[in-house]
């Protein structure tokens, strides 16, 4: 039993373009018009349509979430986004440590610290990305992968930060394959994810801190993914680029939280 809002966000990756981004939001607006009074949605679009974006979504009450960002002000950092930058342009949620940074990039620990950090002092909503590879899945090192990265990740985080706080379960080898987590395999992870919060800060928090599912997340497999007690909703990639798609995933989320209560 819980009364966690679930959360469904929309990644839409280095897709789209101007016009398709413009129409992709629009429909998303009308689709999850309804949705918006009792879940939080976000979507994600890549940074240089993030204006658009937000003009199209209006006052739909669906959130602007940025991809990345970087931890430092301002300054030489040729490439980068400031956190100033994304409040400028209304944005509310900012993902940091997705695998595809932290794999494809090289993103390390600290520097997805350094943004966690930098992103909640701003006043940001930080999704935080954690999860293991196939090869350390196989060697049965998921728990101690994706923990190691949930304590890197918020090392020095002050606790009154955390409502600002979720977290992400996506396993590397789910992502943009096909192969989703089993929803008990899930489950068991984000269920350790959580009693790592509640070692590291305390019970409250940890109840209350929301950890999306993330990884092949689709129409037909997200109600049983969030039907388990510690999936408060999902980070949608592939799904996430048509608006049918990830509104039915949307309504799961409530379907599902209305299950639990
Ligand atoms: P996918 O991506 O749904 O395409 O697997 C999820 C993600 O990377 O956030």
């Known amino acids: 039993m819980t009364d966690r809002r679930p959360i469904v966000g929309g990644n839409w990756k ?3 373009d101007r016009d398709t981004a413009d129409r992709l939001a629009r429909d998303v607006a009308v689709a999850c018009a309804d949705a918006v009074a009792d879940r939080d949605i976000i979507v994600f679009p890549p940074f240089p349509y993030l204006e658009a974006v937000r003009n199209a979504l209006g006052s739909s ?3 602007l979430g940025a991809q990345d960002v970087y931890h430092e002000a301002n300054g030489a950092y040729t490439g980068e986004v400031s956190v100033a930058m994304l409040l400028d342009l209304d944005v509310s949620h900012v993902i940091i440590g997705h695998s595809e940074r932290r794999h494809v990039i090289g993103e390390s620990d600290n520097l997805i610290n350094a943004k966690v950090r930098a992103a909640l002092d ?3 909503e930080v999704v935080l990305c954690v999860g293991e590879t196939l090869e350390q899945r196989e060697a049965g090192e998921t728990e101690a992968v994706t923990l190691a990265q949930v304590r890197a990740g918020l090392d020095g985080i002050d606790p009154n930060d955390l409502k600002r706080l979720i ?3 996506e396993p590397v080898w789910a992502i943009g394959t096909g192969r ?5 395999d899930a489950q068991t992870v984000h269920a350790a994810i959580r009693a790592e919060l509640s070692r590291r800060y305390d019970n409250t928090s940890a109840d209350t801190i929301r950890i999306q599912y993330g990884g092949s997340v689709k129409p037909d497999n997200a109600g049983e993914l969030f039907a388990r007690p510690d999936i408060d909703g999902g980070l949608i990639g592939g799904a996430s680029l048509n608006a049918d798609h990830f509104a039915s995933i949307v309504s799961a989320a409530g379907v599902a939280a209305g299950d639990r209560v």
């Not at 989703?180 to 008990?184: F, G, V, Y």
């Open 14 to 16: 280095m897709n789209t």
């Open 61 to 63: 009450g669906v959130r």
């Open 122 to 124: 701003g006043g940001l």
């Open 167 to 169: 977290l992400a379960y």
């Open 180 to 184: 989703t987590a089993t929803a008990d």
